[in-house]
């Protein structure tokens, strides 16, 4: 069964560059979550989308900003890179509707900022 | 306070033993989810819950939904199940984001 991708796996900016995370969710499903995983800590909620709105906002810096588009995949954009933004970064999808409905994670890309 | 807490932090055990991980949380919840994380970063759900008990090979889940308490049991661990497992919670104003546990490393010992 198709799982959630995200692109890259890996990837290394230099500070205050920017970087586009990619996340495509399962088909058919509608909503996608962004979390941000510090070194040791964690996974932070950081934006949410459904059928291409924004639907919640954690923790997440002005410098970043992220949309859903019309094939349901959506993008996380970072600009201004900091040293503390070195993360992993997930997306998750499901389809919203019904609380509790599973939540599937992608792989997670790996962002070092040197 | 974390409005989601795990215990223990850091297990080690021998391979074949009985395996409990506990979560308290102090929010109304619409759900919870237990997550692997292995070395490397992957995330897995293992279990979604919102009330009972649910079963999955050698793992079983429960939840306490008066005590605002789950627990998630390994029988017969092994190597393989050597990991990070995270409680993870959904408010049940129905927005669906996860509040993440602080995750128990789980080393099994051959």
């Known amino acids: 069964a198709a799982g959630v991708i995200q692109s890259p796996r890996h990837l290394i900016k230099e500070k205050r560059e920017t970087a586009t995370l990619k996340c495509y969710p399962i088909p058919r499903h509608d909503t996608v979550y962004w979390y941000q995983q510090g070194p040791g800590q964690d996974p932070q909620f950081l934006i949410s989308f459904y059928e291409k709105m924004q639907s919640d906002k954690g923790s997440i810096p002005d410098r970043f900003s992220a949309q859903q588009f019309s094939d349901y995949h959506s993008e996380l954009n970072m600009s201004s890179l900091e040293l503390g933004d070195s993360a992993l970064y997930f997306c998750?999808?499901?389809?919203?509707?019904?609380?509790?409905?599973?939540?599937?994670f992608g792989p997670g890309t790996r962002l070092t900022v040197t | 306070k974390n409005e989601v807490e795990q215990s223990p932090q850091n297990l080690t055990a021998q391979e074949g033993e009985f395996i409990t991980i506990n979560c308290s949380y102090s929010?109304?919840?619409?759900?919870l989810h237990w997550l692997q994380q292995h070395p490397g970063g992957g995330i897995v759900s293992l279990f979604m819950l919102s009330s009972g008990k649910k079963k999955h090979g050698r793992l079983i889940a429960t939840i306490n939904i008066q005590e605002k308490h789950s627990s998630l049991h390994i029988t017969a661990s092994h190597p393989r199940d050597s990991a990070v497992y995270i409680c993870a919670v959904e408010s049940n104003f129905g927005n669906e984001k996860l509040t993440f546990g602080t995750g128990t490393r789980l080393t099994i010992i051959p």
């Open positions: 929010v109304g919840i619409s759900a």
């Open positions: 998750a999808s499901s389809t919203l509707g019904i609380p509790g409905n599973e939540q599937y």
